[in-house]
């Protein structure tokens, strides 16, 4: 499975216990006030919706979402919607076990 980064913005003050409890993912609580709170979550898998049924699961509603990385490619100043073309040396340290042919970029 290939790793995606997401940085979350879930309302009401998530604990670092809470963040722990939350199935399936590696989660860090970077800021937390009663209001709001900032984590970064890795998952394995991004099926539709999981990060907020996760977070439903804790009791928090999320409001905002956003991939960073994904295979271990940082998204950067993408705009939604946007592409760019990846390098060889990326698509190797994502991928490394899968075949890059000579055609490719």
């Known amino acids: 499975a290939v790793p995606r980064v997401y940085v979350v913005t879930a309302r009401g003050e998530v604990t670092p216990d809470e963040a722990q409890r939350l199935p399936a993912a590696r989660a860090e609580v970077r800021k937390a006030s009663t209001r709001e709170?900032?984590?970064?979550?890795?998952?394995?898998?991004?099926?539709?919706?999981?990060v907020r049924r996760?977070?439903?699961?804790?009791g928090h509603e999320v409001t905002r979402l956003k991939r960073v990385q994904f295979g271990g490619?940082?998204?950067?100043?993408?705009?939604?919607?946007?592409?760019?073309?990846?390098t060889r040396g990326e698509v190797r340290r994502a991928f490394p076990r899968a075949p890059i042919s000579r055609g490719a970029a």
């Open 73 to 86: 490619l940082e998204i950067g100043g993408l705009e939604p919607g946007a592409w760019r073309e990846v």
């Open 54 to 58: 996760m977070f439903a699961s804790i």
């Open 37 to 50: 709170s900032h984590l970064i979550v890795e998952l394995r898998s991004g099926r539709n919706r999981e």
